[in-house]
């Protein structure tokens, strides 16, 4: 994944570990608030990722086929950022580490579901996401993409 630059009409390409190009992040310019489109790589859209303005904390929603599939939540304390995650389906999951320098990791329950690391990469302004097996990965890639646009 590409580290996103500026804030206003972002798009990148998301690619596999071969180099493939497979989920563009379409960010939609001059909205009240971000918004974020994960596409497939034909341009349909499979989750809509949208900043919550005038709440308590900074939130996310990731909309799947019209129903809330997750909101993203940011720590309201703390010296280092923190997020909960709550899935559309009533499971709870949270990141942890470093989301400046993109090394952090998202649990649920106890086991690490993904892990986002720079370090894995040569190139300027990449980043690597590891799911684990069985996991949903637009989901995922949508939470580093709400965690992205919060940081």
């Known amino acids: ?37 994960l596409e497939d790589t034909s ?10 303005k005038l709440s308590v904390r900074d939130k996310v929603t990731i909309e799947r086929d019209g129903h809330t599939a997750a909101t993203v939540y940011k720590a309201l304390i703390g010296i280092r950022a923190r997020f909960s995650i709550e899935a559309g389906d009533g499971v709870s999951m949270r990141a942890s580490g470093n989301f400046v320098a993109h090394e952090y990791q998202i649990e649920r329950e106890g086991r690490t579901v993904a892990t986002i690391s720079k370090k894995w990469f040569r190139v300027r302004n990449s980043y690597g996401i590891n799911v684990a097996q069985g996991e949903d990965v637009p989901l995922i890639l949508s939470i580093t993409v709400a965690i992205d646009s919060l940081t």
């Open 43 to 52: 341009g349909h859209e499979i989750v809509r990722i949208q900043e919550r």
């Open 1 to 37: 994944m590409r580290e996103k630059l500026a804030s206003i009409g972002d798009n990148y390409w998301i690619e596999d570990d071969q180099g493939k190009r497979i989920y563009k992040v379409n960010g939609k310019a001059l909205r009240v608030r971000d918004t974020f489109v």
